[in-house]
């Protein structure tokens, strides 16, 4: 964690909407993916692993290729929220959503209820392909395209998906860039007052 830095901040956050995009949000504000165990706890979070998973293959080559899968999203994303073609990133999220994505299956619970896990332990490619047919999926959804959003907080590059009533949403996360903004309205308002 840099100096400085407030913890809260460096957590990693789950609420985009979509995994691929949380996976975007690992960068911002700086570095969340930093370590493999980093990176075995933000697949548990966004729901591809589940806790505690073995992972026996993860090493320095998973966080090469999460992180260029994040790059090459990112400059997707970013580009269709412009107007504007990223072709060559295109061709990398392709390229990564072509391997088979983890298989699950559904188990019983003592209590009778279903739950999804995996079978055997996913290697790197079916974890990246599984984020990647996320953003495949996001991207040719029409509907789901037209809910993308960019935070509106200083500083902030965080994309989500606007779910709520109204598509009003203006922050990717009232708490963290909200209340950033909340702060500096009133800061505004006391200085006018005061002068």
């Known amino acids: 964690m840099a100096l400085g830095m407030d913890p809260a901040t460096y957590e990693l956050r789950f609420d985009s909407g979509r995994s691929c995009l949380d996976l975007v949000a690992t960068n911002h504000p700086a570095e969340r993916l930093d370590s493999v165990d980093r990176l075995r706890a933000w697949l548990a979070g966004a729901g591809l692993v589940p806790d505690r998973a073995a992972l026996p293959g993860a090493g320095p080559g998973w966080l090469i290729g999460f992180r260029e899968l994040r790059g090459s999203i990112g400059q997707l994303v970013r580009g269709e929220l412009e107007g504007r073609s990223a072709d060559g990133a295109l061709a990398r999220v392709n390229a990564f959503a072509a391997a088979a994505p983890p298989s699950a299956r559904a188990i019983r619970r003592p209590d009778g209820s279903l739950v999804r896990v995996l079978n055997g332990d996913p290697g790197c490619a079916a974890l990246l392909a599984a984020v990647a ?7 040719t959804d029409p509907a789901a395209r037209a809910l ?35 702060v500096a309205r009133h800061r505004r308002r006391a200085a006018l007052a005061r002068a």
């Open 133 to 139: 047919r996320d953003a495949v999926d996001l991207l």
């Open 148 to 182: 993308l959003r960019q935070c509106e907080g200083d500083n902030c590059r965080i994309v989500y998906l606007d779910t709520s009533r109204g598509r009003r949403r203006r922050w990717c996360s009232s708490e963290v860039c909200g209340n950033r903004e909340r």
